[in-house]
């Protein structure tokens, strides 16, 4: 069965300074990865998605993704953080069945100080 | 182009109350679905649609209802509320069925629900 696994459920950081964010999957076939994220008391958006192409994926506000398979993870980073990137992050796995079937990780809350 | 909407934003109910919570989209999308987000879980799937008239259950299906008449709409319905239900639940649309999650799913604002 597919799993997603989001390593801190809190991340700090400064403004200016680099944003870690990191997820691990477990999938028995070539998975479709993504990051959404969801300011409060809002939906969710999508950051980015990996679906088999380039294993380095880059997403919407400076985000980017690498694929690693030898390491099943998929951690989300920003070089710079801003104010307005604190948020909740959700790495997701697309589900065996398909349909669109997603499996959500718990979520990495990230605060951004000034 | 509203995308997907969901009515209430906000809910009370009481333990062994009905009600049903309402999701439209305007994108003509043949995908849609429930999810409930609790506390440090995530998102989790309730039940999902693959096209008018066709639904099916997700992880956690037990004590909701849906159905599909339309394209447009996708009901979530709670025949008797429970203190358990209660959960911020978000509908979800995305163009086409096909398997692998390729397609982008939209997310609604959200029903926060309380039972008490």
């Known amino acids: 069965a597919q799993s997603v696994t989001q390593l801190d459920s809190h991340v700090s950081v400064s403004e200016g300074t680099p944003v870690l964010l990191r997820c691990n999957y477990s999938s028995s076939y070539s998975p479709s990865l993504f990051w959404y994220v969801q300011h409060p008391n809002k939906g969710l958006q999508l950051l980015l998605k990996?679906?088999?192409?380039?294993?380095l994926v880059k997403g919407i506000n400076g985000f980017e993704a690498e694929f690693k398979k030898s390491e099943t993870s998929f951690h989300l980073t920003k070089p710079s953080a801003h104010m307005s990137d604190a948020a909740e992050y959700f790495c997701v796995v697309s589900d065996l069945g398909g349909y669109n079937k997603l499996i959500f990780g718990a979520g990495t809350r990230l605060a951004v100080h000034p | 182009n509203a995308g997907v909407t969901q009515t209430p934003k906000f809910q009370v109910l009481k333990t062994g109350q009905s009600m049903t919570l309402q999701c439209a989209q305007d994108?003509?999308?043949?995908?849609m679905s429930w999810y409930r987000q609790d506390p440090g879980m995530g998102l989790r799937l309730i039940h999902y649609?693959?096209?008018?008239?066709?639904?099916d259950q997700g992880e956690v299906p037990n004590g909701y209802n849906v159905s599909r008449s339309t394209t447009e709409d996708f009901p979530l319905r709670l025949l008797s509320a429970a203190p358990s239900q209660t959960s911020v639940y978000f509908c979800?649309?995305?163009?086409?069925?096909?398997?692998?999650?390729?397609?982008?799913?939209?997310f609604g604002p959200g029903t926060r629900l309380t039972v008490l």
């Open positions: 990996y679906t088999s192409a380039a294993t």
């Open positions: 979800a649309s995305s163009i086409g069925t096909s398997g692998g999650g390729y397609n982008e799913q939209f």
């Open positions: 994108m003509n999308h043949e995908y």
């Open positions: 649609s693959v096209g008018a008239g066709i639904t």
